[in-house]
């Protein structure tokens, strides 16, 4: 399995069902018969950007912020997920589109949210495709620039 689709899925199980520890991940993703060690699975939680929350009773549980972009991103972290990601970048006027594996727009956007990048005024992300808004003070042309030097594309 891809990295792309195992950090999808990781997204789906923290979404359906409470994990507590990175064992726990572990075990869940081998039941889907994919095998990652807690080294990897430690990797994928910090590139998703998953936080630990208290529900009730009191466990802590990992968890996909719904505000990501409150949380700022380290710099090597969106020059890293675009890298891994992004298969085409596309402009027009003010606006960017980013073609990335079937599955993993969200995880790209949210690291273009996150990064604080001058220029981006916010993105809309799909299953494989996302749509990022340049502000009044660049161009569709400078930001896909950029994208496309971030990613090696």
């Not at 990601?85 to 996150?114: C, F, K, M, Q």
Request: glycine content about 8%; charged content about 20%; aromatic content about 2%.
């Amino acid at each position: 399995m891809s990295k792309t689709s195992r950090q999808h899925l990781i997204v789906r199980l923290l979404g359906e069902a409470p994990v507590t520890s990175q064992a726990q991940l572990v075990e869940l993703l081998a039941d889907h018969e994919v095998e990652a060690t807690q080294t990897t699975v430690s990797r994928d939680l910090d590139e998703l950007g998953a936080i630990k929350v208290r529900v009730p009773g009191g466990d802590l549980v990992y968890a996909m912020p719904e505000h990501p972009n409150e949380t700022i991103a380290q710099p090597d972290h969106l020059r890293r997920v675009l890298g891994d990601w992004v298969a085409e970048v596309s402009y027009s006027h003010n606006l960017v589109v980013i073609r990335t594996p079937p599955g993993s727009a969200h995880v790209v956007a949210s690291a273009i949210d996150r990064s604080g990048m001058d220029g981006v005024l916010g993105t809309v992300a799909g299953d494989d495709s996302i749509l990022v808004v340049a502000t009044e003070e660049t161009t569709g042309a400078i930001l896909a620039e950029t994208f496309r030097t971030l990613a090696g594309v």
